[in-house]
C-alpha cells in the first residue's frame, strides 16, 4: 500500500517537508495578508543569485533582499537553505526536460536521464558543487 495518498498521509506516515513542498503538497498558513511571495518565485531569485555570483553567495537573506522580502518570510515557503537548494536544482533540471518523450526500453530512459543532466551541469556549473544527498525524489529529478 502506498504511504501517502492524495488525500494525504495513510497509517500517520507523511512525506518529508521538503518533499512536499517539492510536489506541491504542503499548504501554506491561511492567516495573515495575501502573500507578496511565492515559491517558484524564491526558487528563480536563488538559481539567479547562484547564476551570477556562484553557490555560496546563495543565503535565505541574500534571496530575501533579492525578492523584497524580509528573510525570515522566507521560511513560509522554504524551511531551509538546503530545501531552497534543492528546489533549485529540482527547477533546473526540469527546464531540459522534453515534455512527454516517452523512451524506448530503460537504457534510453537512462541515456536520456544522463543527457538532460549534463546540459543541465554544463549551463549551469554552480549544480555541482551540490552534493548529492540521496535518490531523486523531487518532481524533475524523477522526471
Known amino acids: 500500500m502506498d504511504p501517502v495518498s492524495p488525500a ?3 497509517d500517520g506516515m507523511s512525506l518529508p517537508p521538503g518533499v512536499e ?15 507578496g511571495l511565492s515559491l517558484p518565485r524564491i526558487v528563480e531569485a ?3 543569485i547562484a547564476e551570477s555570483e556562484g553557490l555560496a553567495a546563495v543565503s535565505m537573506s541574500r534571496v530575501a533582499a ?4 524580509a528573510p525570515m518570510s522566507l521560511y513560509r515557503h522554504v524551511a ?4 531552497l ?4 536544482v529540482d ?10 518523450a516517452a523512451q524506448e526500453g530503460w537504457r534510453e530512459g537512462l541515456a536520456e536521464s ?3 543532466m549534463r546540459a543541465a551541469m554544463y549551463r549551469h556549473p554552480w549544480i555541482l558543487r551540490v552534493p548529492i544527498g540521496g535518490l531523486p525524489v523531487r518532481p524533475n529529478e524523477v522526471a
Open 8 to 10: 494525504g498521509p495513510v
Open 91 to 100: 527547477t533546473v533540471y526540469g527546464q531540459f526536460l522534453a515534455p512527454g
Open 66 to 69: 533579492e525578492v523584497g522580502a
Open 85 to 88: 537548494v534543492a528546489l533549485m
Open 46 to 48: 536563488g538559481v539567479q
Open 80 to 83: 531551509s537553505k538546503d530545501e
Open 21 to 35: 513542498t517539492a510536489w506541491g503538497l504542503r499548504e501554506r498558513p491561511h492567516r495573515g495578508p495575501k502573500p
Open 114 to 116: 544522463a543527457r538532460v
